[in-house]
C-alpha cells in the first residue's frame, strides 16, 4: 500500500513490517500524513487503546486486512477525539455523570452545578466537556496529574 491509496484504507487493520526488524506492528489505520508519510494506527491490543505512530523511513511493508475494519467515529470515540464526543449531547451527558459517580464513589471532594458544565475537582482543578485527560486545567501540576489519572480510570 502507498500513501495514495491509504485514503480508502483508513479504518482497516494493518500490518506493518518494519525495515531491518523481525516484528510486526498491527492496528487500525487511523490516517497517513500525506506529507511525511508517517502512520497512525489504532492499537487496540493496549489497555487503554492508544496511537501509535509510525515514522514513513522505518516501513518496509505494509498488509491490509479487509476483513477487518473500524469507522472514524468509532475510532475518534475509543480515542476520545473531542471533535466526535462534543457532537453527542447525550454522550456528553453520560460521561459526566459517570464522572460525577466515579468522584463520589472515591470520595474525591468536588463542587458541580447542574446549569455548568464544568466540574470543579480537589478545589483547585477543572475538568470541563468532554470530561477527557485533555479537558483537565488546573495550576497545581501535583493536583491536576492526579485529576488526569482519575480521568484515565475511568476508561
Same mark, same amino acid.
Given at each position: ?14 500490518? $506493518? ?5 523481525? @516484528? ?15 502512520? !497512525? ?9 492508544? =496511537?501509535?505512530?509510525?515514522? +514513513? ?19 475518534? =470515540?475509543?480515542? @476520545? ?16 455523570? =459517570?464522572?460525577? #459517580?466515579?468522584?463520589? #464513589? ?5 463542587? +458541580? ?5 464544568? !466540574? ?20 497545581? @501540576? !501535583?493536583?491536576? #496529574?492526579? $485529576? +488526569?489519572?482519575?480521568? !484515565?480510570?475511568?476508561?
Amino acid at each position: 500500500m502507498d500513501i495514495s491509496d491509504a485514503s480508502n484504507r483508513l479504518g482497516y487493520y494493518v500490518r $506493518v513490517t518494519l525495515k531491518g526488524k523481525s @516484528q510486526d506492528l498491527g492496528g487500525f489505520l487511523y490516517t497517513v500524513d500525506p506529507s511525511s508519510g508517517n502512520v !497512525i494506527l489504532l492499537d487496540c491490543d493496549m489497555t487503554p487503546p492508544n =496511537a501509535r505512530v509510525i515514522m +514513513q523511513h522505518a516501513i518496509a511493508n505494509v498488509e491490509v486486512d479487509s476483513e477487518r475494519c473500524l469507522g472514524m467515529k468509532t475510532m475518534d =470515540a475509543i480515542l @476520545q477525539r473531542t471533535s466526535f464526543v462534543c457532537d453527542d449531547p447525550a454522550w456528553l451527558k453520560t460521561r459526566r455523570d =459517570a464522572f460525577i #459517580k466515579y468522584l463520589e #464513589k472515591h470520595r474525591v471532594p468536588f463542587r +458541580q452545578d447542574e446549569n455548568d458544565p464544568v !466540574i470543579h475537582v480537589l478545589g483547585r482543578a477543572r475538568v470541563e466537556p468532554p470530561y477527557v485527560v485533555t479537558s483537565v486545567f488546573c495550576d497545581n @501540576q !501535583i493536583i491536576g #496529574k492526579r $485529576v +488526569q489519572e482519575l480521568v !484515565i480510570k475511568l476508561g
